[in-house]
């Protein structure tokens, strides 16, 4: 007989949390904290979402979404996880970029930034202040008419270089364009902009070790390997779900599935209004990724002039549709030094490119493994220009596509930055269609990526809460009248 | 609660939430914002904070009564009044 992955787990809890990306963890916590019984639900045989790692024989470790967060982490990993996580988190000071236009090192902050506008840009000071000032300035309530390559034009006219340092890490970081809402923009390079870059010590396996440590300190009933198939619905309000072919009651439910499988696949379009499906269906999901994972040989070495993290592009001029062409000009190296996993001596590189789904989805099975290895190979090429010793040095390299994100995630096309701005709205506005049904993860660029989506996690958390609480049955509970 | 009890709690919520600042001289009827470096989180946190301790329920349109000091107190002081001080 199968192993029974929900032995034990009760017929019924205030709150089922559906998936354990970093949204779908800290909106379990939070909410077990503040005194509810929560499940959560994982379909993956490890916690994680998109915040994962792989192992692979030799003891290289992979990490697939470590590339750098915001200082905003720090408080956040104190406020809802714990002391201990909080103190893992430390700078990557050495933020490269190396393009036909320009070659520089920053630690990626405002201040450093102004600098290197000024000086090295030739910008006049005046725009640089106004520029960071109108950023900083933007919240989420703003005008979402003005366009990303609009702000771009109205502070650096003709600055294709300039534009091209400002937005390049952020389309690498999540998938926004020149086309998107400015005001995603403004956040999130204004977030990474007030301290700079930073990462996990221990690794992404190290931190959701711990976070699942702190999820059974706080009562969460946390299983793996199950797969939710239906979320339950009665009277317009959520009743529980169906997972590994049994039905589990819950007041609440937080999906963290991606919001359009969400909306279509576990809940069913049937549940909603007319209005709200074609907003739902005309939700833009982000582009995907392809990766090509290095690990050098034990005991090998990188020169940590390599930097941190380094923005490399052959194409004369930075275009938003460059980038995810197959025809790869553009790629960010991740460089982890042995300090990454403190106590190790591996070396290892990760290359990551934007991509679509659709490009690699209708291969033969033969053309998509030939297209692999070309993958790994021309990327090899690409790094030995930073790392001419990069063959002799290696010992495992691979790649995935965004045939692999769909199969690990399950996002619809293997979505790695969750959904375009219009997806926030959708999310959000899920409580009023099914009374007790919420979405926390990945959505509109403003709530992706680790602080992304885990500050979203809380926000969904608190509704969740608050709905709990008024819709508490009066005690004692009238009798029906029938 | 009587209002100064409301100021308390709403002081001992600010320890936690920003425990490397000054609390000291904070000005009753300056903006919070101005005074201490707080972002939107550390407002929802405040919100979340009162419903734990005392199942207080404050919408999201209301969330701009949390701006100063004083006006935190006079908004929840209706909603407090009948509560005891944790």
Known sequence: MPKDFLQGARERYDTIVIGSGLAGLTAANTLARSGQSVLLLEQHYKLGGMATWFKRPGGHIFDISLHGFPVGMVKSCRRYWSEEIAASIVQLKNIRFDNPMFSLTTTFNREDFTRLLIEQFQVPADNVRAFFDAARGMNFFDDQATTVGQLFERYFPGREDVIRLLMEPITYANGSTLEDPAISYGIVFSNFMSKGVFTFQGGTDRLIKLMHEELIKSGVDVRIKCDVQKILVRDGRVAGVEVN?????????????????????????????????????????????????????????????????????????????????????SRTYSFYYPRTRPGSDRSLVVSSTNARYSDWAGLSSEDYEASKRDLVETTLDALARYVPEIREKLDHAEASTPLTFRHYTKHMEGASFGTKFEGLAVSRAIPEQVGGLFHAGSVGIIMSGWLGAMNYGVIVANDVDSWLLKSAPMTPPVASVS | MTPVEIKAVILDILEGIAPDEDLSDLKDDVPLREQLELDSMDFLDIVMELRKRYRVQIPEDDYVQLATMNSTVNYLSPMMKDLEKA
């Open chain 1, 245 to 329: 072919g049994r039905q589990i009651e819950a007041r609440a439910v937080v999906s963290n599935a991606n919001l359009k499988a969400t909306i279509f696949h576990l809940v069913g379009a049937d549940h909603f209004d007319r209005k709200f499906r074609e907003d739902a269906e005309a939700v833009r999901l982000n582009n995907s990724s392809c990766q090509v994972y290095m690990a050098l040989k034990p005991g090998a070495e990188l020169d940590e002039s390599l930097g941190d993290l380094l923005f490399s592009s052959t194409a004369p001029l930075f275009r938003t549709e460059a980038l995810l062409s197959r025809d790869v000009t």
